[in-house]
């Protein structure tokens, strides 16, 4: 049931791997034409079609397909309807992707009628669409890690002046979310004789583990400290009272309010304290949105 939740938190989060340049977007459609063409070629049966028009029709598929997923988007949301790459969602984004296929397979059953001199009909295009659903899946994973190399390649975070941003914050003593920190948080637990209230200039982060979480914090003498109690991280995530705690991967949620510097290794992501080593990871789906808070500088390639 859990699961279930976590799906649609996902899904209602922002898409932040859609790259809006001409090349980026060449690529994914070039690929994924590509892949549409050896995926048909290897699964539909050959020996039933003409030599002279295998040729044709496969190519013909894939530059439907291009022109369709170019189109769709690079040349739609650029000129007609730009609202698409404004807070878009991941499941609005799957919708649109799924749109765009649908519309691909469309043009395609055309084309296929043409070439073959078949009739255009109602159930003929969905016994043609039914032959490719196979294909909806697999073709779905490649956009995306498509969008999502594409975005790693092409978006550089300059840690420094991340780290003066930072810097800047705390020397101010300028709370990044201008909320009230000096306020209390209760942590509610399902074992009623577990309590643990702090404010949340206290609180570090916390990391959550099936039923139970670990509250890193610093108690009233500035040392560290940390608690396990049983509860959900998507219990205090989803608690109204939290205003200072921010989601930077599955399991972690952290103050980006006591956060002094952000560090990388091997493409990934930490974020630092200043009384304690650990370190809290961001994971890719959080970078952009936590970076951002805390001051980032994004350089395209």
């Given at each position: 049931?859990?699961?279930?939740?976590?799906?649609?938190?996902?899904?209602?989060?922002?898409?932040?791997?859609?790259?809006?340049?001409?090349?980026?977007?060449?690529?994914?459609?070039?690929?994924?034409?590509?892949?549409?063409?050896?995926?048909?070629?290897?699964?539909?049966?050959?020996?039933?079609?003409?030599?002279?028009?295998?040729?044709?029709?496969?190519?013909?598929?894939?530059?439907?397909?291009?022109?369709?997923?170019?189109?769709?988007?690079?040349?739609?949301p650029k000129y007609l309807?730009?609202?698409?790459?404004?807070?878009?969602?991941?499941?609005?984004?799957?919708?649109?992707?799924?749109?765009?296929?649908?519309?691909?397979?469309?043009?395609?059953?055309?084309?296929?009628?043409?070439?073959?001199?078949?009739?255009?009909?109602?159930?003929?295009?969905?016994?043609?669409?039914?032959?490719?659903?196979?294909?909806v899946f697999p073709l779905?994973?490649?956009?995306?890690?498509?969008?999502?190399?594409?975005?790693?390649?092409?978006?550089?975070?300059?840690?420094?002046?991340?780290?003066?941003?930072?810097?800047?914050?705390?020397?101010?003593?300028?709370?990044?979310?201008?909320?009230?920190?000096?306020?209390?948080?209760?942590?509610?637990s399902d074992n009623k004789?577990?309590?643990?209230?702090?404010?949340?200039?206290?609180?570090?982060?916390?990391?959550?583990?099936?039923?139970?979480?670990?509250?890193?914090?610093?108690?009233?003498?500035?040392?560290?400290?940390?608690?396990?109690?049983?509860?959900?991280?998507?219990?205090?995530?989803?608690?109204?009272?939290?205003?200072?705690?921010?989601?930077?991967?599955?399991?972690?949620?952290?103050?980006?309010?006591?956060?002094?510097?952000?560090?990388?290794?091997?493409?990934?992501?930490?974020?630092?304290?200043?009384?304690?080593?650990?370190?809290?990871?961001?994971?890719?789906?959080?970078?952009?949105?936590?970076?951002?808070?805390?001051?980032?500088?994004?350089?395209?390639?």
């Open positions: 049931m859990n699961y279930i939740s976590d799906i649609k938190d996902l899904l209602s989060k922002k898409y932040f791997f859609l790259e809006k340049t001409f090349k980026a977007n060449f690529i994914k459609s070039f690929i994924s034409s590509a892949f549409f063409v050896v995926y048909l070629f290897l699964i539909v049966n050959n020996e039933t079609i003409p030599l002279q028009y295998i040729l044709p029709a496969y190519l013909g598929f894939g530059i439907i397909l291009y022109i369709t997923f170019i189109g769709s988007f690079y040349y739609f309807f730009k609202v698409l790459h404004d807070n878009l969602s991941v499941k609005k984004y799957l919708f649109w992707l799924t749109t765009t296929l649908f519309f691909g397979y469309l043009f395609s059953y055309i084309y296929h009628s043409f070439i073959y001199n078949n009739q255009l009909s109602i159930n003929g295009f969905l016994s043609f669409v039914l032959k490719f659903v196979s294909l779905t994973l490649i956009v995306l890690l498509l969008d999502y190399i594409s975005s790693l390649k092409n978006k550089i975070y300059d840690i420094g002046a991340i780290n003066k941003s930072i810097a800047k914050h705390n020397k101010e003593n300028v709370s990044l979310d201008t909320k009230n920190l000096e306020q209390f948080y209760n942590f509610q004789s577990e309590k643990l209230t702090l404010k949340a200039n206290q609180i570090l982060y916390v990391n959550g583990a099936d039923n139970y979480v670990d509250v890193h914090f610093l108690n009233d003498e500035n040392k560290y400290e940390r608690k396990l109690i049983r509860s959900k991280i998507k219990t205090i995530e989803t608690d109204k009272a939290n205003v200072f705690l921010t989601k930077t991967h599955r399991s972690y949620l952290c103050n980006l309010n006591l956060v002094v510097k952000v560090s990388k290794n091997s493409g990934n992501y930490y974020l630092h304290f200043d009384t304690i080593e650990n370190k809290v990871p961001i994971s890719a789906m959080f970078v952009e949105e936590v970076l951002n808070s805390l001051g980032s500088v994004i350089i395209a390639k």
